[in-house]
């Protein structure tokens, strides 16, 4: 991509990593650490043309509520509680689709 001057690279995260919630720790922080990675990637690789794009789906119903933890180290057990619920309604509207603007110095 490099040597062409052009490509596109797209990374699949998570809402999560802009938005955390509760018992979601070890999850939201890889998904903050896989943005702000792209994020960095994407200001190295405008020199050559190559865009960088992070999409972050919002809620998807996974096993991940089953399988979390709380402070303590017990099972979280996927019960919801009512703001988490409503974390989640909000999320699910939430399709984050981000790029460079190729007009934008990063200099």
Partial sequence: MIKRRQGHIVAISSIQGKISIPFR???????HATQAFFDCLRAEMEQYEIEVTVISPGY???NLSVNAITADGSRYGGKLSASLLTWKRRVSLVFTLETVDSGKSWN
Wanted: net charge positive; charged share 10%; glycine share 0%.
């Fill in 25 to 31: 720790s070890a999850y939201a922080a890889s998904k």
């Fill in 60 to 62: 998807i119903h996974t």
